[in-house]
């Protein structure tokens, strides 16, 4: 039989998938892709976007009966009404998790009601909203004063970083085959040169925030692998290095041949399938150990 635990890291998995990915491809098409092709890419998205706003409001929905039985140890609280009333009413979970419905109803507004023009900014703003949110929820909540606010924040930076770099990838997917199309062309290389810029600055934020939690944290480098939290986050920087190499490989060997007769795009399109594989894993473990104690108690 499923477990609480195991639910509410599927739970996770997908609302994280979902978030970022909103945020990110949002962000990128409003900012970084010109405007006629941008509209192009946004419209070509609806069906992946309906699905993430459905993502994120049934792990929303589910979230609170999950924890209510992780925290009574029984699945029969996940429909005990009054135990879930007791969490929110008086916990951090409680309000971390009125926060994530807050910012869940504000990606669904912005989904249904935004004006067309405005959709991909808008939904930037919401979903960086709810991605703020849930970092704010983290393991910071186990700091106090100063250096709670200050983790907090390194944790949204880390958050924001990372979501701009994995969502905006599934843009550059569907970017990738118009480089050779004669209108759309130039657009496209503009769009991946942009990409390729705002990538540096992403990955460099990834990097400095994510050490900066890790001491945070754990207090220096993960090496007691005895503990499963430790284990997994090791795992995670494996695999962050692995996708830095890749993007490294892809943009300053593949991205270069891309003007030659027999340029590099299905190279470049394998690559980036590749990263965004690599990126779900990192979500995967994150929902994974975001649920463990760090340390060994």
């Given at each position: ?5 195991t ?15 909103l ?5 990128y098409?409003w ?19 309906a ?6 409001l049934?792990?929303t ?7 209510s ?10 429909s ?21 419905a ?9 989904y ?41 924040g390194?944790?949204i ?12 990838l ?11 199309d ?5 657009n ?69 041949k891309?003007?030659r ?19 779900l ?7 994974w ?9």
């Open positions: 039989m499923i477990t609480p635990e639910a509410y890291i599927a739970c996770r998995f997908f609302l994280d998938i979902a978030a970022l990915y945020w990110g491809s949002s962000a098409l900012l970084l892709v010109p405007a006629s092709l941008s509209g192009n890419i946004w419209a070509r998205q609806y069906r992946l976007r699905l993430a706003i459905g993502c994120i049934s792990a929905v589910l979230a609170l009966p999950f924890r039985a992780i925290l009574n140890g029984d699945w029969a609280y996940a005990d009404f009054n135990a879930m009333l007791d969490i929110i009413s008086g916990t951090t979970i409680g309000t971390a998790w009125i926060w994530q807050a910012g869940a109803a504000f990606v669904f507004l912005t249904v009601a935004a004006p067309m023009r405005l959709r991909a900014a808008t939904m930037t703003i919401a979903a960086g909203f709810l991605l703020a949110g849930l970092a704010a929820s983290g393991h910071a909540a186990m700091n106090t004063g100063w250096l709670r606010a200050l983790h907090r390194n944790d930076i880390h958050v924001l970083a990372g979501g701009a770099w994995f969502g905006a599934i843009a550059v997917a569907l970017i990738l085959p118009l480089l050779s004669r209108q759309a062309g130039r496209a290389t503009t769009a991946l040169i942009r990409f390729s810029t705002a990538g540096h600055v992403a990955v460099s934020v990834v990097l400095i925030s994510g050490i900066a939690n890790m001491f945070l944290i754990i207090g220096g480098f993960p090496l007691d692998w005895s503990v499963d939290y430790q284990l997994l986050l090791s795992l995670k920087i494996l695999l962050v290095l692995s996708m830095i190499g890749l993007a490294i490989f892809n943009r300053y060997v593949l991205v270069p891309l003007s007769p027999h340029g590099s795009v299905a190279a470049l399109r394998i690559g980036t399938t590749v990263e965004i594989v690599l990126a894993a990192i979500i995967g473990l994150v929902a150990f975001g649920t463990l104690e760090p340390v060994a108690m």
